[in-house]
């Protein structure tokens, strides 16, 4: 552990005898950051879990679609969310180190309160099409490709460095808090009233685009050369590929997701294996989400500090186990226990990786490579949902679970051997850095 650097003249200050550092809601800044993502969270993910029931009920009763054509649609629905995010992901990084990066976020914010609005009116006058269903949810991908990007970059300028994984902690906590409540409450406000649900949501959003504004102007980094804009975008790229950490840290995540993820299937189980409903399907998303609060809290509480990238690799098999059970499960209660661990394993992951990445990453760089880092999990999310429904289109859809899931720890395996810097990353420390960007 590297000592804390001292004012001139004094001797350096050892980890030890340093007092504990404060709380990051002691910041209020934190605190408006903390309830704008909360509530965005919360409004996006009852969204997208309304769009993808929504989509794969119309594609079967409207369109008269078997189980795994439907089954494939939601693959497609993941594709139509995920080009847009890999077209434009250099653009929102730069945009990130370039601009307000709360202004960036406000905006995005507002791009989803517009689709919101849309969604809502078109389900209350029962118009529904899967082309306005996947054009929205391109629409969606752009307002997440400069959300991410921004938001994540915003933390580590509100809070010192010492409370930063505190932060980032608490950042989760905010996030997969709001994913318990948003995806149950959105399932049920849709049994009561579809349109509804939309209502909520464009609320929400409008609440965390004004506790953001409240939040201090995050100005981007000053860079003693400013180069061109598509320059800058490949030097971001350029970093996370020369960094080996960083590489493996973010590779590990995109394969073992893409691989694993699940969460396309949701409606495909709720609806025709589990016989659960929307409902069902709400609370699928939930219990992930619940699994994972629990375990931001206690990350929270009491931060892990020794062995981080030993633990990481094993959250990871873990949760690549957990999905082959949970795809063999016919019954609910089972799959919503499998699905809570599932939420832990992928938590323990996740803030292991996010600390990772933010202090191993300098601030002119941070919006670009958190960036990437968003490619590479959106990559995982919509494309593991795209693998996912063609998989399911071609073998149905537990075996799409069952084998995408084993296949992830065998990717685990392989980063491990592959990426030896994650299996000796003993503390949060920066490690082998190589180029400053």
């Known amino acids: 552990m590297a000592t804390i650097p001292p004012p001139e003249g004094e001797d350096p200050v050892m980890p030890e005898a340093t007092p504990k550092a404060p709380s990051p809601l002691s910041f209020p800044d934190f605190r408006y950051f903390w309830l704008a993502r909360f509530t965005a969270v919360m409004a996006t993910i009852a969204m997208v879990v309304v769009i993808g029931y929504q989509l794969y009920d119309t594609a079967r009763t409207d369109y008269g679609m078997s189980i795994k054509e439907a089954s494939f649609q939601l693959g497609l629905l993941g594709l139509f969310q995920f080009v847009p995010l ?27 309160l517009l689709i919101a609005a849309t969604l809502g009116w078109f389900t209350w006058h029962d118009q529904l099409t899967l082309p306005l269903l996947f054009t929205l949810a391109a629409l969606h991908g752009v ?37 318990v409540i948003g995806p149950a409450a959105g399932g049920l406000i849709y049994a009561a009233h579809p349109g509804a649900v939309y209502v909520f949501s464009a609320i929400l959003l409008a609440i965390s685009a004004f ?13 003693e050369v400013r180069r061109h804009p598509l320059r800058e975008m490949v030097d971001g790229l350029r970093f996370v590929w020369v960094e080996r950490f960083l590489l493996g840290t973010i590779t590990l995540d995109l394969f073992a997701v893409l691989l ?11 609806r025709d294996i589990l016989h659960a409903g929307p409902e069902g399907a709400g609370l699928m998303r939930a219990a992930v989400a619940f699994g994972s609060v629990g375990v931001a809290v206690g990350l929270a509480i009491r931060p892990i500090e020794r062995n981080v990238g030993v633990k990481m690799l094993w959250a990871v098999a873990a949760f690549g186990a957990g999905t082959v059970v949970f ?35 300098p601030d002119h760089m941070r919006g670009r490579v958190s960036a990437a880092s968003g490619l590479a999990i959106s990559a995982s999310n919509e494309l593991g949902e795209m693998r996912a429904g063609a998989m399911a289109a071609a073998l149905g859809p537990v075996s799409a679970v069952v084998i995408g899931g084993a296949a992830a720890v ?7 051997w592959i990426f030896p810097e994650l299996r000796r990353a003993r503390t949060f420390e920066p490690q082998f850095r190589q180029t400053n960007g």
């Open 327 to 361: 795809g063999l499960s016919t019954d609910l209660f089972l799959s919503l226990g499998v699905l809570v661990l599932m939420g832990a394993a992928d938590m323990f992951s996740v803030f292991v990786r996010g600390t990772l990445i933010q202090l191993n990453t």
């Open 410 to 416: 065998g990717v685990t395996a392989l980063w491990a």
């Open 211 to 223: 506790t953001l504004s409240r939040v201090r102007r995050v100005q981007p980094p000053p860079a």
């Open 143 to 179: 307002a997440r490709v400069f959300s991410g990007p921004a938001m994540s970059a915003i933390a580590p300028n509100i809070v010192p460095p010492a409370v930063l994984p505190r932060a980032i902690a608490m950042s989760s906590i905010a996030w997969q808090s709001a994913s």
């Open 86 to 112: 890999a077209i434009l992901t250099p653009v929102a990084g730069w945009a990130a180190d370039r601009f307000e990066r709360r202004s960036v976020a406000i905006f995005s914010n507002l791009i989803d």
């Open 260 to 270: 694993a993820g699940a969460t396309a299937m949701f409606p495909v189980f709720a």
